[in-house]
């Protein structure tokens, strides 16, 4: 599909939710961090990864938003665009909010690579989710083809300037895979989804993404709860009366990252909201850093070392 096209014209633990016509009170407003063009995003956002397509996301889309969130991270790669647009739009429309107030991201799949065929999984997504643009659409993975990578990269600067993209970015990108793109691109991007929490820190890359003001997102904030009964993680969390996971969800935004955490849970996507009232002291932060020496990947999707 040609640019013109986008055009203005044209878990284990599982839980069913109640349909609700009014919103419960918001825990405590979500806080935003400024992007390196200038829009804002919430620093913590609903993951759907996994998520099926159906009335279990739908309903924990709605939750999530009923219980404070404004930021829904889903992607072309994990097919259920459709629950998460139709949660979103039915919420915008029962609530009366305005559609800027919800941060929406999607993303674009290795076989999508490519100028047109990038326009083409856009329009896609926007389809399937029922909305005119997107708050940031990152490309999902470096690929193997750099040159199809840059022009993907190109056809996402067009969709920005096109309006149906507002902020654009990256994701699983290596330090090799960001200088490459910085060579050749006219927008840098605005954030880099890359997997980050105590036992996977990669200082290098976050270091080289912070000198040109792109943005972490951490995915699997929580290691995939593999180290949700760590010992210093218990000790820290018993200190401040809090969940282990509420420490590393509080570790990583505390770093100015945006969080994605995951869950299909009422009380989970709620108790995840309630991570970040809290400050860690020093000694904590630095006993929870020094669990980074282990570099514990949970992903296959990250493709460098770095």
């Known amino acids: 599909m040609a640019p013109s096209a986008l055009t203005p014209e044209t878990s284990p633990e599982r839980q069913v939710f109640p349909t609700k016509t009014k919103t419960s009170k918001p ?18 956002a609903l993951g759907v990864y996994k998520a099926p397509n159906g009335q279990e996301t739908e309903d924990a889309v709605r939750a999530a938003l009923d219980a404070g969130y404004r930021h829904i991270d889903s992607a072309a790669r994990y097919a259920n665009e459709e629950a998460c647009g139709r949660a979103i739009r039915r919420w915008l ?3 009366g909010t305005p559609r800027e107030e919800v941060f929406v991201c999607s993303k674009l799949w290795d076989a999508d690579h490519g100028f047109e065929a990038t326009f ?5 997504s ?7 643009y997107l708050d940031l659409y990152l490309i999902h993975s470096p690929a193997e083809d750099e ?9 996402l600067e067009m969709a920005q300037k096109l309006g149906k993209v507002r902020s654009i970015g990256v994701s699983n990108f290596g330090a090799g895979h960001i200088e490459s793109l910085l060579r050749h691109a006219r927008v ?8 980050v929490h105590p036992f996977c820190q990669r200082e290098e890359l976050v270091e080289l993404c912070a000198r040109h003001g792109i943005r972490i997102e951490a995915y699997s904030p929580l290691a995939r709860g593999n180290k949700l009964e760590d010992p210093t993680v218990i000790a820290i969390a018993a200190k401040y009366r809090r969940t282990p996971a509420q420490v590393l969800l509080n570790w990583n935004a505390s770093r ?3 969080v994605l955490p995951k869950s299909l849970t009422a009380h989970r996507i709620k108790s995840n909201l309630e991570s970040f009232d809290f400050k860690l002291a020093p000694e904590d932060i630095r ?10 990947v949970t992903g296959t999707m990250h493709k460098s070392k770095d």
């Open 147 to 155: 040159a199809k990578r840059l022009a993907s990269w190109r056809a």
């Open 126 to 132: 926007l389809a399937k989710l029922g909305l005119d």
């Open 120 to 124: 083409d999984a856009l329009c896609a």
């Open 93 to 95: 429309e029962e609530t």
């Open 188 to 195: 840098v991007p605005a954030v880099n989804q890359i997997e």
């Open 27 to 44: 825990t405590k407003p979500v806080q935003s961090v400024k992007l390196n063009d200038g829009n804002l995003i919430p620093q913590v």
């Open 256 to 258: 100015g990252n945006i």
């Open 287 to 296: 006993a929870l850093n020094e669990l980074g020496r282990e570099r514990y």
